[in-house]
């Protein structure tokens, strides 16, 4: 389902020398695995997560998902894919505050294929336990309500592969549990692949696999 | 849910940024209204087509003012000819490619209103737009005999008050200011309102005209100013007594025999002309300011020569109202209203250009809402058009806002305007040239909206998502 091979990624510093943060010679995760990704801060998760969204491209190598080689696509093409396969959970939510909740889970549905499916978002706030909250506003909902629309939101193109970028880290631990719940429930009945990061050992301690991105990333295993 | 709809909910979002944005392109739209309708109503009263003459004639001068001053009542009076002139156009020598000649007698107003001496064929013959011949919403025109009968504008009756068998008194003078007076007039009818600047004048009886003018300072005693009041009522009807007395010794026209002197016939009512009273009475100077005339059809090409002839001649000139006012227009009146217009238009550009300050400034805090649309798969293009679209609803709902604006300060102005100049306006009078403010406010918008747009093009994901 989802597979990296030789992926290399570095950045150009201003001062023109490069910055090597990605050198990953394989990673696989099969369709409906969850897979937690650790690592300190700063070291490569989550520039690892864009090029697997397609949101930047690698210097070289391959990003096989659902049959596509992503990097070869054109910037509009991998946009499109992103629509369409990807869903995305950040850190610091990023509802967008014009929108309601509803309509922050169908706006993603309309740059996918321009139709949005109200019963599927509502379906789908349902099941994060906001049917009560369809109309509210971002800045009238709880963190942890807020991220849990961006669960839903995430969800909301039926994705192939799930990203969610230390999902918890800006939620009081009480709810933290239940979005992580709520994650992974949705992959599980939706068989989608989940990639999470995180700082957090109780929620890395959930799952069965936890890939330390020390241990697979090339550039940080020469630097240490 | 539409990229439309995405655009409307960041403009909602937005709301007094975005109303105010709309706003001031409300107000240059609603000015261009303005001006587009003021202009054509304008264009409309001056330009109105055919008004059952094609020629004035009158003394030498400026033609314009010719115009103006008979038509219009505007501006002084250029100057007199001898009534001879006028019978050369009804019985001498022009009579085969003449109609019918209406004269006119100007100098005297009533409480400001001008006030014209005239024949009874200017509401019988005449019309006051093409097709239309005058109505009486009150009383009916004054006869050829009535000399101290008068007909009155509809907007003359509403200021001035003055009902039908009513009497008033002319001062000499085209304006209030010069109040001498004259002996006074009955009102015979009050004329439907007809959109024109007769709504602003009183038409009195030749007769009387030159008979008031042949007595000079008259009436002295007479009270100078103001609403006629009942006493003064009675006392003007006394005094009109007096004067009917003091006439008495006058051939009456009605005596007065004579070619063409059938008054009652109804049918050839347009061959009349006023007396010719030139037996016995010395002191009654005859002229007239202008004359009205309907070339003869039936002798078009005689009838065309007409204007040159007469003004190849030293006594009068004979101008084409219409030729004259399309002349004035494409001078002076159309390049002041394509001034006014110019500035509405750069009212809306400066208002765009503020527009495009307004979303420019709102881009730096939506670089991140533009890489989080693209992160969930948005395309450039796609961000781009929202930014576009949101311009567009921007400046279309100011381009609604202002229409409604400038509509509404047409409709609040229009009875001013019909004071004031007897053009009717109304609230809902659009103009062809409005259709053309809908593209050219998208054509606007989206160069106003292309900078925002392509910063939004621009804004990369990654970046601005760590924002
Ligand atoms: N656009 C960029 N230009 C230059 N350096 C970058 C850029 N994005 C990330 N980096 C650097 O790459 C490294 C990895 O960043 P990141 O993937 O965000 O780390 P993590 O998410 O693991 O904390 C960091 O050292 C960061 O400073
Ligand atoms: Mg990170």
Redesign the pocket.
Known sequence: MLELRQVTKS???PDGSP?H??DIEHFEAKAGEQVVIV????????????VIAGI?RPDTGRVLIDGWDVPVLSEADRDQFRAAKIGYVFQTFNLLPAFSALENVMIGMTFADGRADRDRARMLLERVGLNHRLTHKPAQLSVGEQQRVAVARALANRPKVLLA??PTANIDTGNQQQVIDMLRGACEDENVVLLL?THSPEVAGQFERVER?EEINRVLVKRS | MSLWKIALRSLQYRRLASGLTALSISLGVALVVGVMVIHAVVDQSFKRSAQGYDLIVGAKGSRLELVLSTVYHLGKPIGKVPYDYFLELTEGRFAPEVDLAVPCCLGDNYQGYRVVGTTPDMFNELEYRDGEKYRFQAGENFGWGEYYDAVIGATVARKTGLKVGDTFQPGHGETAEQGEKHSPFTVAGILAPTGTPNDRALFVNIEGFWEIHAHGHYDEEQPAEGEPSSQQHAAEEHAAEEHAADAAGRPDPAESGGAGDSHAGAGDAHSHAPQAHDHGEPQLERHVTAILVRTNTKRMTRAMALPKIINQEADAQAVMPAEEITRLFEGIVGNIQKVLLVFAVLIVIVAGIGMMVSIYNSMSERRHEIAVMRALGARRMTVMSIILLESILLSLGGGALGLLLGHGLVGLLAPSIMENTGVVVHALQFQPIELVLIPGLIAMASVVGYLPALIAYRTEV??SL?E
Request: some cysteine; aromatic content about 4%.
């Open positions: 950045f150009t510093l910055l943060v990605l690592g300190q801060s700063g070291c490569g998760k989550t520039t690892l997560l864009h930047c970028d230390e990061v991105l | 990654a970046d760590s």
